[in-house]
Every structure is written in C-alpha cells, then in structure tokens.
C-alpha cells in the first residue's frame, strides 16, 4: 500500500474499448508515412530541408548575384569562349598536320591526335571561361533543379504504382500487423484507413501495443480480435481520447519530434545547420533543457506549450508520460489536453496531490516533503528538517496503516500534548511501540530547542492547510471525518471526493497538469512547485518500468532548482526521463548553483533581453572556437606592358571588375561563439540561442533560432 494510503489518480488499464464517435478528418496516413525524411544528425526536424552538402556549402557567395547579371556574364563568356575555341582550332589544327601527316600519314592518327587536342582545348577554356562566367553556379541555381524535377517526374511515373482511384501505393500502414493477423483481420482498419479516420496517433499506438504484446501470445491474441473487433479504436488511451484539441503542426510523431523554428543562414551558426529546421526528442529532452530570458521573449508559448504538447500526444500514443507544472494562468494547453489536472484552491479541481507522492516507505515520503517545506535559503537546515519527519511520519505509518495528515503533522510537529499521546497509545495498541521509541524519545528531545526545526516545519505546513486547500491534499483520520461537519470544507480528499494523484504513478501513459495558485497564494505555490518537481526527480529515477520516456515541463523553475534537485537532474539522462526548465533570470537563483546547474542539463537556450551577467554564463559554457582570420589588402594592378594592360581590359569587361593585386595575412585566433554582449543586445525578438546535447553524447552547436518560422 502507498503511504498515503488515499486512492491513486492514475486510469488503470483497461481492455474497454472507447465508444466515443470519431469524426471524419480527412487525415492522409499513408502520405503521412511516405513523406521523405532524412535523419542521422541530432536536433534537426526530419521533415524539414536537409543539411547541405560540402558543395552547397562552398557555393555559397554567388547567392546575392542578380539573375540577369549571372546569365549576361555566362552567355558572354561562352560566346568568347566559342570564338577563341573556333580560331585557336583552326590554327592548332595546322600545326598537327603539318607535324603528324608527315609521320603517320592521313589517317586514324590524325584523327586521334585532332579529337585529344580539342579535348584538351576545351577543357582548358571551360576552366578559364567557366570561372569567369561562374557557369558552376548557373548550373546548380538553374540547371539542377529543372533536371532534378524532371527526374522525379519520371520516377513516379515509371515505379510507382497507383490504386484503383489514382492515388499512389507507396507503403503499407499495417505491415508489422499482417505476419501475426488472421485473413480478414484487418478489414476494418483497412477501411478505416482509406476514409482517412485512422490519426498518426492511431498509428503509432496500434504499433506501440503490438510491439509489446508480441512476444506474449495470449495477449497477442487479444490485440488482433480488438483490432478485427474495433479498427483504429483498439487498445485505446484509457482517457479514450485519441487525438488533442488544436493541437500544432510540427509534430512528428513517427519520429516523436517536436518543430521549434528554423536555424538562420548567419556566420554565428554552423554552415551544415543553416537554413534547416531544429527538432526536440526524447533522445534530446533526455539531457533536459534550460532556457532563460525574460518575461514576454516567448519561453512558454514557443518552448514548454509546444514540448508539453509532443508529450501529451506520445502518451496519447503510449510512450512517454507528461506532467507539466506552472502557474494556472499560463498558457501550457487546454485542460482537456490532460488526464489528470491538480489544482489547488480551484473549486473546479478535480485531483488532489499526495504530499508523499505515493512512497513505498515513510523515510522516503518524509525526506521529499522536508526538502520541499525548507526553500534553498534555509538548506543548512535541511538534514534536522529531514530527521524531525522521519521521526514523526515514521511512527504514525506503523501505529495507523496511513500517512498523517496535515493538521495531524502540524500536531505532532509542534509538540501538541493530546497528539503525542495519542500516538504513544495507538503504537502500544498495535504493539509496535518498542520498535519506535528511539524515533520519539529523540523528537521529544527536541521540542523547545533553539535548533527544533519542528516549528520552521509546522509553520510552512500551515500555508497549506487553508480551507481554500481543503480536500487538496492527505486524508485526514476516519474520526475526523465523522465527526467534522461537511459544511466546514476542513474535511480530508476523500470527504471532497478528489482522489489523490502520486506521482509513482509514472510506469503510466500518463498526462499530467499542475496549475499553481501562484498570484492569491504565492508561498504556497512555491512549495507545491517543490514538492511536485522534487517527487518527479525522485520516482523518474528510481522506477523500474523505464519503457515510457518521463518528460517534465516547469514554466517557471526559480522555486525547484536546490542542490537535490540539481543532482537528480543528471540521473534523469540514464532513466530515459527530461526536464524543461524555464527561468526568467538566473539570479533568482542562489550564486552557487547557477554553475552546477548549467553542468546538469545538456541542452541550453538564451532568449532575447538576456541579462549581461546571465550571458555570461552561457558564454563561459559554449566556450570558443577557432577561426581563421584573414586581412585583405586590395590595390589596382597596373604592371606589365602593353600585351598584359590590353589582357587586363578583356578580362574587366567579361568578368565585370578590374584586376587588382591582393595582399593577403591568415593568423588563426581564439573567439567565443556567442560574447555576453551580443547575448544581451543583438538576439533579435522571436529567436533564440540554442544548444542541445543527445543521450549518447552527440553534441549540438550553440545556433541562433528563429522560433517565428
């Protein structure tokens, strides 16, 4: 039994099938799956352009050239190049005859000896001419495209073949199903299919379910007759939701990536990142993330809303579970997005919150609840903190079977005569009270001592034990139940008919949304933020059940971030579970952790009106690279005669600009890649700075973003 000992707030699995009607939407699964997709590099979106090449990225400075200029300057050159081509032929060819008819006559020599000589000739002038009428770039901006096209025109026409409508067959939806189903087993999802009311969540669910029952055969069996029985609507969410209202469309759920903008063609970004667009995975968000700026820059609706959203829609499909935590007006996603929705001191709440997060072990419970009641400020504190609970939660456990309450711990913490002895009489009655002695006699001990920090507890305690909280929390004790009247709202969860949600509950697709009383009761907000975030870190990396990825989303982190929860962070990496941590600044965080912090996660973002001082850190984190600087002197060159002068006018007017001497100085010098200054000044509004890190290590360079786009 959880030690809270109230009814848990997670859907059970159920083999029900939903028999909600499902709208006709049009959606296109089979263009879905065959829309062409690169992958290989970490943090770009698959569905967007691909990386360039080396060659694209050498031939980059003829992009600003004009059209009509391009092609003048190639078409002229090519005329020249004809020209000389046409009277140096002719002359060589005189020379050839006179040197090899003498010798090998008027035959297959000579004509060998004319064709390599030609070949020669031209190879030479497309060098000379070529480079001079930039005919490398008119091919690539005009002639490989047109020819790619018809290409790809010809392709389809010639390898694809169509259905009986006309639409191209390119791949089969349900091939993982049809080794293991019976004939006529997937008829209806077929059909379903094709009326396009089968949803990429659909999808991915169904196959979601069927690799994990393929190797249990009575489950198998169970799967296939649920899918012959009910097409798409097998082994639905246990919401019986199958898609979420108004959601984005930059979720890629075949590759579970999320879109968050376009990486801008600037020197600042790697030449293989621009222009492409930048994704978040779970191969990502498995080394969390931290994104710090101001109010107003868009952290929540261009970051957490977007991340929150993937989340919801991979539980959706069964393999990830989200729990976003934020203020109750933040825009973090309609209610209806989620299963379970706590929100404290809002009469239209429907779940309550465990204060011991459903632990297996009272010394568990007591040390998340202690480290969240003490801020970062009063952590010298702590470890008494953590002590006087164990030493009270403890031995109400064994006495009562439950957790106490609220009031019963603000009690018990504050020394109060009754509750003590009621506590000595119920450990004796269930003779237990030997094993616990120790526990009590100690805590005894302290009550009255400058250093109890019983009172500190019982104190930050009582910010949440307000009516307007009642039912939002631990169940009171089955006397007080009976004895209470209803009408006094001072009554447990379960008088208020709220379950309680715990956050053990994270083996579960499930989705979960926080919403703190952050403006009417601020304090207790900061607590509720603690414990929620604190019991997260603590039940992702100790589950045993890591097959869905845990993903948590924090709008606003200045209250979570202590040194417990900055170790937990690096835990997270090897439990497939992230965090999204979002900071107004970093000075709402004590100096010794900004460091630290910045250490944990592995992926980073800067957005616009960064503070100096918060830039630098993500300066001193991204570090420098090495660049080669080059100091180019130009001058005019006016040596030679009259031969090279009249050479010099030729080649102005083909390649339209005057010869000038270069001098040219190369030293290689260290620079950061983002200064703290342009941080702060340059980063223009809707973009951000942003560097990532893969699971495996896989890192990826500081790019500025456009998150507009």
Known sequence: MALGGAPQA??????????????????????WLSAPRHSGTPGMYALGPAARSPQEQRDKEGVGIPAWQLLLRAALNLVVAWEVFYYLGSLVNVEIRGFVVPKVGDGGGLTFTTWLVDLLEVALLIKVFGRMGRWSLVWRRYGRPLVRRAVDATEKKAVIPAQADGRPQIVDPWWAFRPVAEPGGLTLLEQETAAGRVSDVDHQRLNRALECVRDYPDRLAALLDAVRDHGSAACAHPSGARDLPARGPDNDLLLRQIRLGSAQDV???????????????????????????PSGTGKTARLARPVAETLCLQALAGTAVAVVVGAADADLGPDSWYDVVVAPGDPRGRYGLDLYGGARRPDEGAARLADALLPEELAPRATLARQALQQVVG??????????????LCLLLRGDADAWSGLREALRASGQLTDHQYDLAQRERMHGQIDDPGGLLADRL???????FAGCFNAAPAAARTTAPTSARTASAQDAGLPLFAMHALDHPLRVRIALPEHAHPEAARILARLAVGQFLHAAGTRQDRSLFAGLVVDDASAVIDTHSVRDLQRLRGAHAGAVLLLRTLSDLPESL???????????MAFPGLAPWDGTLFAETWGTVWVDERDVTRAPDTSGGMIKRTWRAIRTVLAGERAQTESV??????????????????????????????????????????LRS
């Open 267 to 293: 020197p600042k970004n790697p030449p293989a990142y621009r222009g492409v667009d930048l994704a978040l995975d779970p191969t990502l968000l498995g080394t969390s993330l931290l994104a710090v700026g």
């Open 395 to 408: 031995p109400f456990a064994a006495a009562h079977g439950r957790a106490p309450g609220l009031r019963e």
């Open 594 to 604: 900004r460091a630290p912090l910045f250490g944990a996660v592995g992926g980073r």
């Open 462 to 468: 009582s910010l949440l034990d307000r009516p307007v």
């Open 665 to 706: 100085t190369t030293r290689r010098v260290e620079r950061r890649r983002w200064s703290p200054s342009e941080l702060a000044q340059v980063l223009p509004g809707g973009h951000a700075v942003l560097s990532l890190t893969a699971v495996d290590g896989t890192p990826v360079p500081p790019l500025l973003v456009d």
């Open 10 to 31: 997670y859907p059970q699995t159920s083999d029900q099938i939903s028999d909600r009607p499902v709208p006709h939407r049009g959606f296109d699964l089979i263009g």
